[in-house]
């Protein structure tokens, strides 16, 4: 393969070299590919120490908007500021080719989905769950504050950072992303009707509804992910796939029965979580999340937990007795080589 580009039907081939007015990125390999196109793990040409993660969109006529230009208008406002910059990957380049327009960010780590499947139970501990998931929390609010709503939260789209900032997790992908303020920072009118966006696990009930969704939306979202991440048993209707069937089980999560029998194998945090739920419950479209709030309740769980959130992720675990486990390894075996 020459130093040019190819490609074939889905996207761009290992081993091609992508230019741009400033880098040619070398493609290591394919990370993940959906609809809209794909996202690869590169390289400079020119230092191979640094790699990077390059979001690809094709170009398609019949597609009214580039999801990547509401992606880089939200990370550039989002690193723009430094008190909200944290959860946030950074931009390095973009660029726009024949077939397809990219951005090339920061790489980050496996997502918060696939950490939790790695998992006895495939769920975290109560500290990395809350922990973890107060950090989701953070990562979204500072987007309502800019005026944002994500509209696509659950665990795949949150992933922990690399090397030094594995203990942070970043927000991901922000492709149906809304901005909900106009220019004089006012919270827009909602429209009469909306259609379905977002994930049907994860999505709230106003999206089920198809009403217009704001920021107490995404807090219903994140709690979701908040069980996903923390429950044994897992969400109620995680294995139900008609969406009218999904949205009746997280009604019937609100009930008095449904209460009871919810989160009945987290007892000692039951009782912050249901007040969270009920508290997102009665919020309005252009309601103020008082955060604080949840945070508080939050924590609290952890106390009645006995979980340390200061305490290494699940994750940071998982790669401390690797480690361990390797030197280990490499002992014994040179002991073994050794004559006496």
């Known amino acids: 393969m020459g130093a040019s580009e190819q490609e074939d039907d889905i996207g761009i081939k290992p081993g091609a ?6 880098y040619n990125w070398v493609v290591v390999k394919l990370l993940g590919e959906g609809g809209f196109g794909a996202v690869y793990k590169v390289h400079d040409s020119g230092d191979k120490s640094q790699e990077y993660a390059m ?11 580039s999801k990547l230009k509401m992606e880089v208008a939200i ?16 931009i390095v380049d973009r ?45 979204v609010a500072a987007m309502h504050k800019c005026g944002y709503i994500h509209r696509d939260l659950k665990p795949a789209n949150y992933a922990c950072g690399l090397g030094k900032e594995r203990r942070i997790v ?32 994860f999505a709230s009930l106003a ?69 969270i739920l009920q508290y997102v419950d009665r919020l309005e479209y252009s309601d103020r999340v008082d955060y604080n709030f949840i945070y508080e309740l939050m924590a609290l769980a952890a106390i009645n937990a006995r979980a340390n959130l200061d305490d290494p992720y699940d994750w940071e675990e998982e790669g401390k007795n690797k480690a361990e486990s390797f030197r280990s390894r490499r002992c014994q075996r040179s002991l073994a080589s050794q004559k006496f």
Not at 75 to 90: I, S, V
Not at 107 to 117: A, E, H, I, T
Request: proline letters at 4%; charged letters at 35%; hydrophobic letters at 30%.
């Open 17 to 22: 070299i992508i230019t741009s007015g400033k």
């Open 55 to 65: 979001k690809v969109e094709k170009k398609l006529e019949k597609r009214k908007h």
């Open 75 to 90: 990370l550039k406002e989002m690193n723009g500021k430094p008190e909200y910059a944290k959860h946030f990957t950074n």
């Open 95 to 139: 660029g726009k080719k024949e077939k397809y327009f990219f951005i090339c960010m920061t790489l980050v780590g496996k997502s918060l989905d696939d950490l939790k499947r790695e998992r006895p139970n495939r769920v975290f501990t109560m500290a990395t769950a809350i922990g973890g998931s107060i950090q989701c929390l953070e990562a």
């Open 170 to 201: 970043f927000l991901l992908d922000f492709g149906i992303a809304r901005r909900i303020t106009n220019d004089d920072n006012e919270l827009k009118t909602p429209r009469a009707q909306v259609g379905f966006k977002g994930t049907v696990r």
């Open 207 to 275: 999206c089920h509804h198809n009403k217009e969704m704001g920021p107490k939306d995404d807090c219903e979202s994140w709690y979701y992910l908040l069980i996903d991440l923390s429950c044994p048993s897992g969400l109620p209707w995680r294995k139900l796939s008609d969406k009218n069937d999904v949205m009746s089980s997280k009604e019937e999560i609100r009930s008095e029965k449904g209460l009871k029998r919810f989160l009945s194998d987290l007892p000692l945090v039951k009782t912050e979580f249901v007040k």
